[in-house]
């Protein structure tokens, strides 16, 4: 069982379109984070979300913190080809001392 | 800056085979951790370290171990490989597990077990 929940598990839109990936777990998180891997590449920190209800912006990247802690959303507007990627959120559970990953979000983005 | 180090990229192995994939971070980081990356199964944790000499089983550790003999280095052994560890692993650290804190990945060792 994960404990963390993506959805959807993939995503094929035009460029210049919107879109918008979801994290779910029933447990509390401390904090969010968000991943982008390439191929053949480790993942990549883009954010952390600390606070509940907490909203961050990179670019046209826009990151959520749920009011309760056990989730967060990521919304790309005018999505690019650069922005094709396998999208995961982490966190570590309030009661643990470890991370743990979604099975991600495998986005394309066609010219 | 050279982050977090994994080497080698790629390597194959006959089943029964032992090797050693290494791992190095030079930011001082006390946290570090191997994942292995399987298609639909995202990330799963084999073992963690929260300091050098302190060492934890993560979620799927059999068939594998690891020693922290120092903060910088985090060597991950296979014992007598099989094709079901045949994978992408990844080495990464944070400064902590804690609130705000994320990691940084090596580039990975992509394995095949044959």
């Known amino acids: 069982t994960q404990l963390l929940e993506q959805s959807p598990q993939f995503l094929s839109i035009q460029e210049g379109e919107n879109l918008t990936v979801y994290c779910n777990s029933s447990?509390?998180?401390?904090?969010l984070q968000w991943y982008r891997q390439e191929p053949g590449e480790g993942p990549v920190l883009l954010v952390t979300?600390?606070?509940?209800?907490e909203v961050k912006k990179l670019k046209r990247l826009t990151f959520q913190f749920g009011d309760a802690r056990k989730d967060s959303s990521l919304h790309i507007t005018a999505a690019q080809p650069g922005d094709t990627g396998l999208y995961l959120c982490a966190g570590v559970p309030n009661t643990g001392n470890q991370f743990y990953f979604g099975t991600g979000t495998s986005l394309t983005v066609i010219p | 800056n050279a982050g977090v180090t994994q080497t080698p990229k790629f390597q194959v192995l006959k089943t029964g085979q032992s090797m050693t994939l290494q791992c190095a971070q030079d930011?001082?980081?006390?946290?570090m951790s191997w994942y292995r990356q399987d298609p639909g199964m995202g990330l799963r944790l084999i073992h963690y370290s929260v300091g050098a000499g302190i060492t934890d089983q993560g979620e799927v550790p059999n068939g594998y171990n690891v020693s922290r003999s120092t903060t910088e280095d985090f060597p991950l052994r296979l014992l007598s490989a099989a094709p079901s560890q045949t994978s992408v692993y990844f080495c990464a650290s944070s400064v902590v597990v804690g609130v705000g804190y994320g990691y940084t990945f090596g580039s990975g060792t992509r394995l095949t077990v044959v």
């Open positions: 979300v600390v606070t509940g209800g």
């Open positions: 447990s509390v998180f401390s904090s």
């Open positions: 930011m001082n980081h006390e946290y």
